[in-house]
């Protein structure tokens, strides 16, 4: 038995420091300034009417003192009986003490003249004098309460003489705001100092943290006669900068700093701080609400660095750690370490400086011991000398970029694996957890258990007791400033599995009623013939905390033997999917299919043991969603007898907004399944995304192998239109110098096989080949390693390749390379890197390279061979092109306004091949084959003959052109590009397609606008004969609108169209597209007013024009996105 005191002993004898001044308050002499003290004054003859109680209370304290000294004497000799004994009757005589505290406060009551809301509190007061008089034995304790708010002391008749009105101080203690400081600091100052507010209580918070530093023998002083106060503090000068908006704080150095760091040790506790800045005379850090912290210095500073103050104890080099909970031999919660750190980087010039403050602790070689050896004799016997350990460590702070934080988790949690077999159950672990939550910190103790019963075997997970400890003010919590409650935690799943010969299976439940989300999980197999599984999640809360309901269940059925189909086509298995209020998330799915994820939806295996895996798939597939439902049938088809070839396929629907999904997993096992030396298995999945406009494929190779050759990779298929028109396919990814554009599935992995793949040798293989509207990209690389970390010899030989068809031109990068490292220095090497253009004429270009230890050889090349060939395709004529598309009656469309309502009805006309234009209406002409209004290099891969640019005119014929109509083209099939642009440039772009016409007179429009008078009759009916009529009275817009508001009118189709075009904005945001401008390469602004442009084209050919007129332009002006220009009048 070590002499340590353990929590329990440790906790009583601090009791009963609390209680030992009772005797000496409450004596005959003494008591009247006591009682004055706590707010209540009495004479000598009320006091000697409390002198029974009052001596009980003393009677039963010098119990407690004498108690403990007893107990102190036990742990010291070391005697186990009596230190259980005498800490028993010690917590009795503390009880004892304690009612004796109540039944001294009902005498209280009982004078007369004393306030009830006096004398009903008086036990509360008494106990936080003698708190209050205990921990001020220890500096500071108090002070650094009050600084956090947690110890509140009200002085009451300040400087007052009169006896019979005596000055006294009530303390009153707010344990619950130490939750509120461990989950938002910040929340706390704006509650204790009306921080963020313009009416910052800096006063109090100086004078509070001056108390604190005078406490801890530390020099400082609070002047409050000056504007502002002000606290003085060894080198340091607080003040509030009222200012500043919002108001803030500014801490002043009053002397210069160089960097250095400064130690303070004393027993455990070891005090740093370091400084990695210079920082001079008067720099000033200012503090600004909620957590923005600046540096101020004169302009001509320049700071970057970091201060830091930490202060720690440290027993892990002990014999003993810090024991937090428990006894020194026995079950204990312990420390090797804690500590806490103030601090910050500053980085910045020129006056001011960017700064972040760090607050932080860290609790270190923590460890939770739980030993049997003190249970009943029955836990005693068949667990004797069990003691399990599990170590711990976690750090938290509060940053004012990223707020708080914790190292780990929020919460702190430790399983301890167990695997105690108490004949059919089994406790396979044990969990203890401590979280914050507010001025709550939640607890739980619980287990996972299992059992077997014959042929039917459980598991159930996480069962045990949840203890919620809260912190209460005016000590209302049923143990005095702490409120417990116990519960029983329910599980968190359930797990069942039965092996009765004809029936094997089982079943998994999963409940989170935190999240108020339920799952289950069911796989039972019918003698070999069939295997059924069903999968469900219901959910009857909604992401955003509403009350609601959503539900997923997958059912499948594995048939033992497949269905003939014929052709050697089975079927192996069916099911299917639905989903109430639920979506899917495709992206997210997509990611699925490379990590392997999607197989937890496609036909699962083991879906009991991975139960838990495939819930928190189907979660993040399938979220909840209102008024969203998926429906989606799966098939498992098979090909040979045993299958060689199968193909999970699974079509999900999405209504609304209509759109579909195709999941599917493909295998191919050659020459059998069970010992194969050929197998392929790809996932992917498909979709037709209505609302998006797109149509997109990815699919993924995963542990697919041919013999020993290991084979992985991606391919993805992207085609959008509408506003946001694109195309890509891409097998293996795309050039390295190639921005993809977004795209809804993973970037695709290269093509690759590993023909070796081991820690001393490797042989890898891999390609792509991707095609977009702009360019065809195709490449290969191979890797070569063997060898040790001693010595290694690799090397690599790769190229990436870029092509345009007119005139045919091909760009190819070449780079080999060949290594021989000794210990991780080069002995030999050879470098090449080049690029080969070609065909005519060919060019190579490059350089390379030998190195030998120390010595590098440089050898650049460059040469050309071949015929300088015309490989151009022959011109096109595009007027023929464009005719024919504005001569397709398909390109006329006749539309009314989008701004009018038609409140007649027109009269049915014949149909016709003309086109009727209403005479408000507009006439639309477009065409998707050629861009308008832009300079053409090429359609196609040809140059065109008969014109450079499309421009369409309107002919005096009554009507006038009102606007252009835009379609998205591929730039690079009208335009020549360099290979720079063709990988950066966008790959479609809105361009005009055509024209809108309308009248050429001038049309009368104005804003929508109603305003009607409403009368009605009033008919007061006082009885049954007689009726008052009162016609046409006045009613007003706002009863109008109350009175009618939810009647059918107020709901047709035309009221919600004149109530929108009456609202001043439409209640969405609206993303502009993105535009260009020809700028100045000096400083981004713009040419003139005329250099912007809506498409990358048009403003490349206005450049062009620019160059051409003044060719010294050439390299000063560049076309960016229109955001990133500097406007012209800052530019000027």
């Known amino acids: 038995m070590s002499s340590e005191v353990d929590t329990l002993q440790r906790v009583l004898l601090q009791i009963s420091n609390v209680l030992e001044p009772l005797e000496r308050e409450l004596n005959s002499t003494r008591a009247v300034q006591t009682f004055a003290e706590l707010g209540i004054t009495l004479n000598s003859g009320q006091v000697s009417s409390l002198a029974s109680p009052m001596q009980a209370l003393v009677a039963s304290s010098k119990t407690v003192l004498q108690k403990a000294g007893d107990l102190a004497q036990a742990i010291e000799d070391e005697n186990i009986g009596q230190i259980v004994s005498i800490s028993t009757e010690l917590i009795s005589q503390v009880i004892t003490a304690i009612q004796k505290i109540d039944q001294l406060q009902t005498a209280v009551q009982s004078i007369g003249g004393i306030p009830a809301s006096v004398s009903s509190h008086f036990a509360e007061r008494l106990f936080n004098y003698l708190l209050v008089r205990t921990l001020d034995a220890a500096n500071g304790i108090n002070e ?34 130490l939750g509120k400081w461990l989950e938002s600091p910040v929340s706390a100052l704006q509650s204790h100092y009306n921080w963020g507010s313009s009416s910052l209580d800096a006063a109090n918070l100086l004078q509070r943290l001056e108390r604190l530093l005078l406490h801890l023998k530390a020099p400082a002083f609070f002047d409050d006669t000056s504007p502002t106060p002000i606290l003085e503090a060894v080198i340091f000068q607080l003040r509030p900068r009222t200012d500043l908006n919002p108001n803030g704080l500014s801490l002043s150095i009053r002397q210069n700093l160089s960097p250095g760091k400064i130690e303070f040790a004393a027993d455990d506790l070891k005090v740093v701080l370091d400084l990695q800045a210079t920082l001079p005379f008067g720099a000033e850090l200012v503090i600004q609400p909620p957590a923005t912290f600046t540096f101020h210095t004169s302009a001509a500073d320049t700071i970057s660095g970091s201060l830091n103050l930490s202060v720690s104890a440290d027993r892990t080099q002990a014999a003993t750690p810090y024991l937090l909970i428990g006894d020194p031999d026995g079950s204990r919660l312990e420390v090797g370490k804690f500590g806490v750190s103030f601090g910050g980087r500053i980085q910045g010039s020129g006056g001011q400086s960017a700064a972040d403050f760090t607050v932080g602790g860290e609790i270190g070689a923590g460890k939770l011991a739980i030993s049997f050896a003190d249970g009943d004799g029955f836990l005693t016997d068949i667990l004797s000398g069990v003691q399990l350990n599990s170590d711990f460590g976690m750090a938290f702070g509060y940053n004012s970029s990223d707020g708080l934080f914790f190292v780990g988790s929020s919460a702190l949690e430790i399983q301890l694996p167990l695997h105690l077999n108490l004949g059919p159950v089994e406790v396979s672990a044990l969990t203890f957890s401590v979280g914050i939550d507010n001025n709550k910190f939640p607890t739980a103790i619980s287990t996972d258990i299992k059992a077997a019963l014959g042929p039917l075997a459980a598991v159930v997970e996480n069962i045990g007791l949840a203890i919620d400890f809260a912190l209460v003010d005016n000590r209302s919590g049923n143990a005095g400033p702490v409120d417990i409650k116990l519960g029983f935690k329910p599980p968190n799943g359930v797990g069942l599995s039965l092996d009765v010969g004809i029936v094997k299976g089982g079943g998994y439940l999963y409940f989170d009623f935190d999240k108020e989300e339920y799952a289950g999980a069911l796989e039972l197999m019918f003698s070999g013939i069939v295997t059924v599984k069903a999968i469900g999640l219901i959910t009857t809360r909604m992401p955003d905390g509403s009350e609601g309901f959503s539900l997923l269940i997958i059912i499948s059925a594995e048939f033992g033997t497949p269905f003939q189909l014929g052709f050697g086509f089975t079927l192996n298995a069916v099911g299917g999917l639905l989903g109430l209020n639920r979506t899917m998330e495709l992206e997210v799915i997509a990611a699925g299919v490379r990590t392997g994820s999607i197989n937890s939806v496609m036909f699962p295996d083991n879906i009991i043991e991975n139960a838990p895996r495939i819930i928190s798939d189907l979660r993040q597939f399938f979220p909840p969603a209102q008024d969203v439902f998926l429906i989606g049938p799966m098939a498992k088809l098979g090909w040979g007898t045993p299958t060689l070839v199968s193909a999970s396929l699974g079509i999900i629907v999405e209504i609304p907004p209509g759109n579909i999904a195709i999941l599917g997993v493909l295998k191919v096992a050659l020459p059998d399944e069970d010992a194969a030396l050929i197998i392929i298995q790809v996932s992917f999945i498909g979709a037709l995304e209505v609302d998006k406009q ?25 085609i959008a239109w509408g506003d946001n028109a694109n195309f890509v396919i891409s097998v293996g990814g795309f050039h390295p110098s190639f921005k993809p554009p977004p795209l809804p599935f993973p970037n695709p992995n290269r093509i690759a096989i590993n023909i070796l793949n081991e820690s001393f040798a490797r042989i890898r293989v891999e390609g792509y080949f991707a095609v977009t509207s702009n360019t065809v990209q195709f490449g290969a690389k191979a890797e070569v390693y063997f060898g040790l970390s001693a010595f290694n010899i690799s090397g690599q030989v790769g190229f990436d390749a870029l092509f345009q068809f007119s ?110 234009l209403h005479p408000v209406g507009v006439l639309r002409v477009n065409q998707r084959a050629i861009p308008l209004d832009l300079d053409l290099d090429k359609v196609g891969n040809q140059k065109p003959k008969d014109a450079k640019r499309l421009t369409v005119e309107v002919i005096d014929t009554g009507l006038a052109k009102v606007a252009d109509t835009k379609e998205s083209f591929a730039t690079a099939q009208y335009k020549n590009l360099s290979d720079a642009n063709k990988l950066s440039a966008p790959s479609y772009e809105k361009q005009n397609a055509g024209i809108e016409l309308s009248v050429s007179n001038q049309q009368l429009k104005s804003s929508a606008a109603v305003k009607r008078v409403v009368r009605y009759e009033q008919n007061i009916i006082d009885n049954n004969f007689v009726s008052l009529l009162i016609r046409f009275v006045a009613i007003g817009a706002e009863f109008f609108n109350h009175f009618l508001g939810r009647n059918a009118a107020s709901k ?24 260009y401008v020809v700028a100045s390469t000096m400083n981004n602004s713009p040419h003139s007013q005329e250099a912007y442009f809506a498409s990358h084209a048009q403003a490349q050919d206005f450049l062009r024009a620019q160059v051409s007129q003044s060719p010294g332009l050439q390299d000063s002006l ?9 406007p012209l009048q800052e530019a000027a």
């Open 694 to 718: 797109r149509l997109w494929f990815y699919a993924s190779l995963y542990d697919s192998r041919v013999i020993f050759l290991t084979i992985d990779g991606d391919m993805g298929l992207l």
């Open 1118 to 1126: 560049h076309v960016i996105p229109s955001t990133e220009a500097t």
């Open 807 to 916: 005139p045919f031109y091909f760009i190819i990068t070449i780079s080999a390379s060949f290594d021989v490292k000794v210990f991780g220095v080069g002995l030999f090497g050879v470098h090449m890197r080049g690029e080969l253009e070609g065909t005519s004429p060919w060019h190579i270009e490059g350089e390379g390279s030998i190195s030998l230890l120390f010595w590098d050889i440089d050898v650049p090349f460059s040469h050309t061979w071949g015929e300088d060939e015309n490989t151009t395709l022959p011109s096109i004529d595009i007027m023929p092109l464009i005719t024919a598309e504005f001569e397709k009656l398909d390109n006329w469309t006749a539309e009314l306004p989008t701004s009018n309502q038609l409140l007649v009805s027109l009269r049915a006309i014949e149909s016709t091949s003309d086109l009727i």
């Open 1052 to 1075: 047709s189709a035309l009221s919600a169209s004149y109530k929108a075009q009456k609202a001043p904005v439409e209640q969405k945001v609206i993303v502009k597209e993105a535009g």
């Open 144 to 177: 650094l309460l009050e600084l956090l708010g947690i110890l509140e002391r009200q002085r009451n008749n300040a400087g007052s003489t009169d006896p019979a009105n005596p000055e006294f101080t009530i303390s009153t203690f707010h344990f619950n705001e």
